[in-house]
């Protein structure tokens, strides 16, 4: 199934696919800016548009998953943390 990437095109990825089935709402989250910055720096890599190593990769999950549980998104946590340990 193809879900929406951040510009607007379809996506296969797992990560495009965490975010568009969470049942959390994003729209008021104080660090939504953040967290779009790095999914969309994974996408980018799962997708070949760039190369990141396995530590930015690992930080970036890190990253994505403390500000998950920092902004109380607890569905987009737990997926995030499930993909990242997959």
């Known amino acids: 199934m193809d879900y929406q ?5 379809g996506c296969g990825c797992s990560l495009c696919e965490v975010f568009a089935i969470t049942v959390d709402d994003m729209s008021k989250s104080p ?4 967290l779009r910055a790095a ?10 548009q760039n190369v990141i190593t396995d530590e930015r990769e690992n930080g970036l999950f890190e990253a994505l998953v ?5 902004d109380g998104l607890h569905d987009l ?8 340990e997959s």
């Open 5 to 9: 990437d951040g510009n607007g095109t």
């Open 66 to 70: 403390g500000l998950a549980k920092e």
């Open 39 to 48: 999914k969309e720096e994974l996408h980018r890599a799962y997708t070949g």
């Open 77 to 84: 946590r737990k997926m995030l943390q499930h993909l990242w």
């Open 31 to 34: 660090n939504r800016v953040r």
